[in-house]
């Protein structure tokens, strides 16, 4: 049976997919939280990297040991570096993939997909200006803070990789706050009191959190009917 790894940073982004899933089983692998079920034939573990470089090396590192997939999927959000990708594409990241990607792009045909490139970085970004930059100095066309570090991982063990992420933001659409508001990376969590008192002082901003929030749940939505499409077709 084909076994299929599939990786978020976060259960905000995961949750969709998670109600997709059939024989729902919690597992505990190595300290590692794990999700396993099915869609259709296939077996299918999802697990949280959480955000940022260090935790993303440590869990991946433990999920990984002494286990076999024959795909993983690394997946969830990304903000764009210009203005060609809008909110709700998807990327499907040709320079971290291991696979061929044209059966990916016929799985999801039906959505508003794109090939490209991927850039992981340490820290956030928020202004349209640095997106912009590093789009140029980079040649990229999206950001994450996970998929270089899962990519290394997959690579070491002989995993096939498939890189699909969700636009969320891009230079036209930005954070309704600062990154480091929206959420804290050290505490891997959003700091309620700080967010709230962000919003106390930029009361004019509660609407673009409230669309944010929107823009949220629908990019979890199409990320669940895509990550289905393909496993699927596997």
């Given at each position: 049976m084909t076994t299929?790894?599939?990786?978020?940073?976060?259960?905000?982004?995961?949750?969709?997919?998670?109600?997709?899933?059939?024989n729902k089983s919690r597992v505990n692998r190595n300290g590692i939280r794990v999700v396993r079920g099915t869609i259709d034939n296939r077996t299918v573990e999802v697990f949280h990297t959480g955000v940022g470089e260090k935790i993303?090396?440590?869990?991946?590192?433990?999920?990984?040991?002494?286990?076999?997939?024959?795909?993983?999927?690394?997946?969830?959000?990304?903000?764009?570096?210009?203005?060609?990708?809008?909110?709700?594409?998807?990327?499907?990241?040709?320079?971290?993939?291991?696979?061929?990607?044209?059966?990916?792009?016929?799985?999801?045909s039906a959505l508003s997909v794109r090939t490209a490139d991927l850039l992981t970085l340490s820290v956030p970004i928020n202004s349209s200006e640095e997106r912009e930059k590093l789009a140029r100095e980079s040649g990229t066309a999206a950001v994450d803070m996970e998929t270089e570090f899962i990519a290394r991982a997959c690579a070491e063990r002989g995993v096939p990789?498939?890189?699909?992420?969700?636009?969320?933001?891009?230079?036209?659409?930005?954070?309704?706050?600062?990154?480091?508001?929206?959420?804290?990376?050290?505490?891997?969590?959003?700091?309620?009191?700080?967010?709230?008192?962000?919003?106390l002082v930029h009361p004019n901003r509660v609407s673009r959190?409230?669309?944010?929030?929107?823009?949220?749940?629908?990019?979890?939505?199409?990320?669940?009917?895509?990550?289905?499409?393909?496993?699927?077709?596997?």
């Open positions: 299929i790894a599939i990786t978020f940073a976060l259960p905000a982004e995961s949750s969709a997919f998670l109600r997709r899933l059939r993303c090396k440590e869990r991946i590192g433990k999920f990984l040991r002494n286990q076999q997939f024959d795909l993983l999927i690394s997946t969830g959000f990304a903000g764009a570096l210009n203005n060609q990708l809008h909110v709700n594409y998807l990327l499907l990241a040709q320079n971290f993939s291991t696979v061929d990607l044209k059966q990916a792009q016929v799985s999801l990789l498939l890189s699909l992420r969700v636009i969320t933001d891009t230079p036209g659409q930005t954070f309704p706050a600062p990154a480091d508001v929206l959420f804290d990376i050290e505490r891997q969590r959003t700091n309620l009191l700080r967010l709230g008192r962000f919003f959190l409230v669309q944010f929030a929107r823009t949220i749940a629908r990019a979890r939505k199409t990320l669940a009917n895509a990550l289905v499409e393909i496993v699927r077709e596997l």
